[in-house]
């Protein structure tokens, strides 16, 4: 039975207002009261893709620059998924462009929406741990070149406590991935000591 205090809004119409990188729409709507309103919507891509890649004791992450952040950062190596692709296959064709990984297999660990208020597109996350191949990375874009890094799990998740790590969807893929039993639960970093040694000694 649906809560009238829940009911949703009703579109009447839409029109592209900038086609770019980033594509977006404006909405006619009519608001649950009867209300006319406008509302713009990211719709940049059908669907994106990331995925966790762990090896052993560490996990594979992606190390870019950020222009908006104007600032290096880690990530997942990931990316747009196209009309025509499956987000699995989108995935496998953003790990190899990257890092030049292929994965022997992939898990999907959870989708979701990194901006429910403006933007329509779910992002859609992978585990790959169970072994990859190389494949053949690709350099072809000088805005979007990739290094590939690797951290511990205590490493990544002391990362995350610091604050260090600020990319959403990698969040929330260390959590999904423990939440479901996939992964160790998330280590509490071990703080810092303050140091005892004499000026002298140091």
Not at 92 to 108: K, N, S
Not at 151 to 180: C, F, H, K, Y
Request: hydrophobic share 40%.
């Amino acid at each position: 039975m649906t809560d009238p205090a829940e009911a949703g809004w009703q579109k009447t119409g839409s029109h592209e207002i900038h086609a770019g990188r980033v594509r977006l729409v404006e909405h006619d709507v009519v608001l649950a009261d009867g209300t006319r309103a406008r509302y713009e919507v990211d719709e940049s891509v059908p669907f994106a893709v990331a995925t966790l890649v762990v090896e052993g004791k560490h996990v594979v992450l992606s190390r870019q620059y950020r222009y908006p952040l104007d600032r290096w950062i880690y990530d997942l190596p990931g990316g747009a998924g196209a009309e025509d692709e499956t987000p699995e296959r989108a995935a496998r064709r953003e790990l190899e462009e990257e890092l030049g990984l292929i994965a022997t297999r992939m898990t999907p660990l959870h989708t979701f929406f990194t901006n429910p208020g403006r933007a329509s597109w779910p992002v859609h996350v992978f585990l790959c741990a169970n072994g990859t191949t190389t494949g053949t990375k690709d350099v072809s874009d000088p805005a979007e070149q990739v290094r590939s890094a690797r951290m511990t799990l205590l490493e990544l998740d002391t990362a995350i406590a610091s604050g260090e790590i600020m990319d959403p969807t990698l969040i929330v893929a260390r959590a999904t991935a423990a939440a479901r039993g996939l992964l160790p639960s998330l280590s509490q970093p071990v703080p810092s000591q303050p140091s005892t040694a004499s000026p002298r000694s140091r």
